[in-house]
Nanobody, 127 residues
Framework: QVQLVESGGGLVQAGGSLRLSCAAS????????LGWFRQVPGKEREFVAA???????????NYADSVKGRFTISGDNAKNTVYLQLNSLKPEDTAIYYC?????????????????WGQGTQVTVFA
């Protein structure tokens, strides 16, 4: 199993930016797709973004419509680390952000498609 640890969350004013990091260990990084999800109390966990590698190159990235153009997923597979750059933050972006991993051959972007999860990092955006 892949172990994941998120960091970089915090309190930020609307319009500001944060950069989240997800450090992975315990597996071959290029064999997995990495995703970011977020969740607020009383709501379902929501897909945010995902990235997959083919060898050392990025095979694809995809984003939820709600964050497209504002958030960017990237990574350094030599460091086994994935990043999520959050720009133009809005109060509705407030949530716990989770990093998740799945085998690269597994399709889908639902939470059930990902087998490994980090503990989450809190992002709070105020007006």
């Amino acid at each position: 199993q892949v172990q994941l640890v998120e960091s970089g969350g915090g309190l930020v004013q609307a319009g500001g930016s944060l950069r989240l990091s997800c450090a992975a260990s315990g597996g071959t990084f290029s064999r997995y797709a990495l995703g970011w999800f977020r969740q607020v109390p009383g709501k379902e966990r929501e897909f945010v973004a995902a990235i997959r590698w083919s060898g050392s190159s990025i095979y694809y990235t995809n984003y939820a419509d709600s964050v497209k153009g504002r958030f960017t997923i990237s990574g350094d597979n030599a460091k086994n680390t994935v990043y999520l750059q959050l720009n133009s933050l809005k109060p509705e972006d407030t949530a716990i952000y989770y990093c998740a991993a799945k085998k690269a051959v597994v399709g889908g972007t639902g939470p059930g498609d990902f087998g490994s999860w980090g503990q989450g990092t809190q992002v709070t955006v105020f007006a």
